[in-house]
C-alpha cells in the first residue's frame, strides 16, 4: 500500500491542510503506513467554526424538503462510492472487509436516509389557546454550530451518528474524527458538498484530541458538543463545555452483561456470545463483554465459547475467509494483554485465546477468562478486546444483581425461554439497550445511548433528534384589547 498525503481539514467546502505536527495514519493489521495528514490545531479549529457559524443560519432557513434532499443525496452517494470507503475503512482500521462492506458503509447509507425523512417530520404539541386570550405555537429550531468528537472503532458510522441529525435539524458541524481514522470523515464530507450541502456547513478537522479536541469542546461557538469515546475524556470534554453552559451529549464505554439463565437455547448462546463479543475486534462499546451463566450450564457453555472461539480466523482483512481484525494499534493490544495476563495471574482459567498470534499486525486471539473474580479489573474495566470474562450465576436474583453490579450501562442481553422472565429481566436491567436472546443488532430507527458512566443522550433513531434542535415558545395574544386581565396584578384594574 502507497502512503498519501491527505488534508488535516476540510474548511468552507475545501480542503486545507493543518499547521500542526505531521501524523501517520497506520494501517493496524500490517503495521504500515497508510496515509500522513499534517495536524489541526487550535488555530484550524477557530477557522471551523467560524465557516460553520458563517453558514448555519441559511442551512437552517432551507426547508425540511431541502435538507431532506440532500441527506436523500448523501445516502446515494455514500451507496455508489462504497468501494473507496470499504477500501479506506479496512485501510485505517484493519476491519476485514466483509465487515465494512456489509455493515459499517451500508449501516452509514441507512442511518442518513433515516434522517433524511426524520428531517421532514419534527414533531411539536399542537397549537392552542391554554391562557384563553393568547395562541401558543411551539417551533423546534437548531442548537446552532454543534462541535462533534468522534473515536476509531467506527469511523464512519459514528461520524454519520453525529452529522445526519444535526444536518437534518439545520445545524452546522465541526467534526473531530481521530487523528488514527481520518480517511472517511474526510470522505463524507467532501460528499455531502457534491450532493448539494452548501459550503460551510459540515466542517471536519483532523487533530489530537488534548488540542483540537479541546479546543472544539471548549470554544464560545460552539453551541452544542455531541462526544463519543472514553468515560474518562467524556467528563472531560464535558467540563469544558459546562465552563461555557454548552449543551453536552455524551456516548461512553460500555460493559455489557450477557446473562444466560438454564432454560436458554444454549447453541444460539454460545454463538452469540461468539459474535457479541468478537465483532470489531472486540472493539465495540455494546460487544458482549460479562457473560454471567447459570451454574447448571456454566461449564458447557464455557466448552462451547471456547471451541467456537479457537476457530476463528485473524490475517489479511481484504481476505475473504478471514472473520476479525486486529486490535486499532500495538499501544492497545499490549493493554488487552496486560490486563489478560494480570487477571491470569489472579486465579481466571484462560478456556480459550490469551495470546497474541503469529502475525505482523496488532493483532489478540479472541480470548475467554472463565470464573474472573467479581472484583478484578478483567471484570469491572472495559478491555474493548476480543475478551470475554465469564461468571456464573445462582439463580435470577443473583444474575440481576451481577448485570447491574457495573458502573456502566449501555447495553445487556438477557438469553431464556422464558416469556416472564426476559420481560422482568429488561425491566431490572439498568442499561439503555437490553436484548432478549441476541446482542449486538441495531437499527438507524431505535435509539442508541447509554445510563450511568456510559453517558447520557441519544444516538440513532428520532430521539437524537432532540440532540440538536431547540424548543421555542411563541405565545401571541389574540383578542386585541389594550388593558390585558392580567394587568390587575400591577394595575389594580376591575
Ligand atoms: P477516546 O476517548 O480516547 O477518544 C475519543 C475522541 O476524543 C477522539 O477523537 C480523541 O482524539 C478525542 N479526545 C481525546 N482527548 C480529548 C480531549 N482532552 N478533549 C477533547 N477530545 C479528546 O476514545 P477512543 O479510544 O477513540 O474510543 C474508544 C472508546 O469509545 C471506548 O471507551 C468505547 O466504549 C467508546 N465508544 C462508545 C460508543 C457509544 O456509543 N457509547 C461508541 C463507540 C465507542
Redesign the pocket.
Known amino acids: 500500500m502507497t502512503t498519501r498525503d491527505i488534508p488535516g481539514c476540510f474548511i468552507g467546502g475545501a480542503d486545507s491542510a493543518g499547521t500542526g505536527a505531521r501524523h501517520m495514519v497506520v494501517n493496524p493489521a500490517t503495521g504500515e503506513p497508510v496515509a500522513e495528514v499534517a495536524l489541526a490545531t487550535a488555530t484550524e479549529v477557530e477557522t471551523a467554526v467560524a465557516s460553520a457559524r458563517a453558514a448555519q443560519p441559511e442551512w437552517a432557513k432551507a426547508t425540511p424538503a431541502e435538507r431532506a434532499g440532500v441527506l436523500f443525496k448523501l445516502a446515494a452517494l455514500v451507496e455508489e462510492r462504497a468501494d473507496e470507503l470499504v477500501a479506506d475503512e479496512v485501510a485505517q482500521t484493519g476491519k476485514p472487509k466483509r465487515l465494512a462492506a456489509e455493515f459499517d458503509i451500508p449501516g452509514s447509507a441507512d442511518n442518513i436516509a433515516f434522517f433524511a425523512g426524520a428531517a421532514r417530520l419534527l414533531e411539536g404539541k399542537a397549537s392552542g389557546e391554554y391562557s384563553g386570550g393568547h395562541t401558543s405555537s411551539i417551533r423546534r429550531e437548531p442548537v446552532g454550530v454543534v462541535g462533534a468528537?468522534?473515536?476509531?472503532?467506527?469511523p464512519l458510522q459514528?461520524a454519520v451518528w453525529k452529522t445526519a441529525p444535526a444536518l437534518a435539524a439545520g445545524c452546522a458541524v465541526v467534526i473531530?474524527?481521530?487523528?488514527?481514522t481520518p480517511l472517511t470523515t474526510l470522505r463524507l464530507a467532501a460528499l455531502a458538498v457534491e450532493a448539494g450541502l452548501p459550503r460551510g456547513v459540515l466542517n471536519v478537522v483532523v487533530g489530537?484530541?488534548?488540542e483540537a479536541?479541546?479546543a472544539?469542546?471548549g470554544h464560545q461557538g460552539v453551541d452544542a458538543v455531541t462526544?463519543?469515546?472514553?468515560?474518562?475524556?467524556?467528563r472531560?470534554?464535558m467540563a469544558?463545555a459546562a465552563a461555557r453552559g454548552a449543551r453536552v451529549q455524551l456516548?461512553?464505554?460500555?460493559k455489557a452483561p450477557f446473562v444466560v439463565f438454564e432454560d436458554a437455547d444454549l447453541e444460539a448462546a454460545i454463538h452469540g456470545a461468539v459474535a457479541g463479543a468478537l465483532i470489531n475486534s472486540g472493539?465495540?462499546?455494546?460487544a458482549a463483554a460479562r457473560a454471567i451463566v447459570a451454574e447448571s450450564v456454566y461449564e458447557d457453555f464455557i466448552a462451547g465459547v471456547a471451541e467456537l472461539m479457537e476457530k476463528v480466523v485473524q490475517g489479511d482483512p481484504l481476505d475473504e475467509g478471514v472473520d476479525i481484525g486486529p486490535q486499532i494499534s500495538f499501544a492497545h493490544r499490549d493493554r488487552v494483554a496486560g490486563i489478560v495476563a494480570r487477571a491470569k495471574a489472579a486465579g481466571a482459567r484462560v478456556a480459550a485465546g490469551g495470546c497474541a498470534p503469529d502475525l505482523p499486525g496488532a493483532f489478540y486471539r479472541p480470548t475467554l477468562l472463565a470464573d474472573v473474580a467479581e472484583d478484578s479489573e478483567a471484570y469491572r474495566a472495559?478491555i474493548?478486546g476480543p475478551v470475554l470474562v465469564a461468571r456464573a450465576h445462582t439463580g435470577e436474583d443473583d444474575a440481576i444483581r451481577q448485570a447491574n453490579d457495573t458502573e456502566y450501562g449501555?447495553a445487556a442481553s438477557v438469553w431464556t425461554r422464558d416469556v416472564y422472565r426476559a420481560q422482568r429481566a429488561s425491566r431490572e436491567i439498568r442499561a439503555g439497550c437490553v436484548w432478549i436472546n441476541d446482542h449486538i443488532p441495531i437499527v438507524s430507527e431505535m435509539p442508541?445511548?447509554?445510563f450511568g458512566a456510559?453517558?447520557f443522550g441519544k444516538?440513532l433513531s428520532a430521539y437524537s433528534l432532540e440532540e440538536y434542535l431547540a424548543v421555542k415558545h411563541v405565545m401571541s395574544e389574540i383578542t386585541g384589547e389594550p388593558k390585558k386581565e392580567w394587568h390587575r396584578t400591577i394595575f389594580r384594574l376591575r
Open positions: 468528537i468522534t473515536p476509531w472503532n467506527y459514528m473531530k474524527p481521530s487523528e488514527l489530537a484530541g488534548a479536541g479541546d472544539l469542546s462526544f463519543t469515546g472514553s468515560t474518562a475524556v467524556g472531560t470534554v469544558r456516548e461512553l464505554g460500555g472493539q465495540d462499546c455494546t472495559e474493548f449501555l442508541h445511548g447509554g456510559s453517558g444516538d
